[in-house]
């Protein structure tokens, strides 16, 4: 392949994954969890490790194998947002506004019809009449599989910047 067309396919798939977070971005900030649900693969993984201070110089990863703010599958998904949009999502009244952020996309590597994803994420949260929102900032390593044509999310590992969440608790989806 010249390296004309390789530019173009590298290109034409970095536009398909700009598109892909910007979607996901609009029904997340739009309560359409539905919907982004079906963003999501039958076998995705949802994870949120938990950051870990570490002396410079130490081998160690950053973010545990062990511990987890959450480890999600499919059906603690769907079950979450049937709980959003119950009367029991008392940390949810009134709903939390948010607005995700999605930058610095970057496609890692394809592998036949999975592309491994790297993306920054800033999203602002704001509940009622707070005077001040909060903001978290995270890289997101995804894996985005093309299923019937279309790129859905089948692995997501949110790597937060903060050791401590600034907030309450998790109850929007990053």
């Not at 598109?19 to 994870?47: C, G, H, P, Q």
């Not at 930058?103 to 949260?125: A, C, H, I, P, Q």
């Not at 999310?153 to 600034?166: G, K, Y």
Request: glycine share 4%; proline share 2%.
């Amino acid at each position: 392949m010249s390296d004309q067309m390789t530019q173009r396919s590298e290109l034409e798939r970095h536009y398909e994954c700009v598109s892909f977070y910007n979607l996901e971005a609009e029904l997340l900030d739009a309560k359409e969890l539905e919907e982004w649900l079906d963003l999501l693969t039958e076998d995705v993984r949802y994870d949120m490790p938990l950051r870990v201070t570490r002396d410079r110089g130490s081998d160690r990863s950053e973010f545990s194998v062990e511990g987890y703010n959450y480890r999600e599958d499919r059906s603690t998904l769907e079950a979450r947002v049937d709980r959003f949009q119950s009367e029991f999502a008392w940390s949810e009244d009134p709903p939390t506004r948010t607005r995700h952020f999605v930058t610095n996309v970057r496609v890692d590597g394809v592998d036949g019809d999975e592309l491994s994803v790297k993306n920054n994420l800033l999203l602002f949260l704001a509940q009622g009449e707070e005077a001040e929102g909060t903001t978290v900032s995270a890289e997101r390593h995804d894996v985005l599989r093309r299923v019937d044509g279309s790129l859905k999310l089948a692995e997501r590992d949110i790597r937060l910047d903060h050791t401590v969440l600034p907030m309450k608790n998790i109850s929007v989806f990053f």
